[in-house]
């Protein structure tokens, strides 16, 4: 049975809060509480793919430290680049 689209996408708020490190769990924690309740059936999937990346990969496109990978770049990707964590 396949889940429901409000079971997952509170599955990915929390997996997005609980990263393992806490500079990812508040940047992207803060992200998905804004963005995935909105979010279609195709951007969660984009996103999921992107929770995929390792903590350290991820924290280093997203302060801009490192150039992100072209497989790692898609329209919910450029939107987790432009949030602003406060």
């Keep these: 049975m396949s889940e429901?689209?409000?079971n997952r996408r509170k599955r990915l708020i929390f997996r997005s809060?609980?990263?393992?490190?806490?500079?990812?769990?508040?940047?992207?924690?803060s992200f998905a509480?804004?963005?995935v309740p909105?979010?279609?059936?195709g951007d969660l999937a984009l996103y999921e793919d992107i929770?995929?990346?390792p903590d350290p990969?991820?924290?280093?496109?997203?302060?801009?430290?490192?150039?992100?990978p072209a497989n790692a770049i898609n329209d919910v990707f450029e939107k987790l680049l432009a949030h602003k964590f406060v």
């Design 4 to 6: 429901n689209i409000e």
């Design 17 to 29: 809060g609980h990263r393992g490190t806490k500079e990812m769990d508040l940047i992207m924690g």
């Design 57 to 68: 990969d991820l924290y280093n496109w997203i302060t801009g430290k490192e150039d992100a």
């Design 38 to 41: 909105g979010f279609s059936e």
């Design 33 to 35: 509480a804004q963005y």
């Design 51 to 53: 929770l995929q990346f």
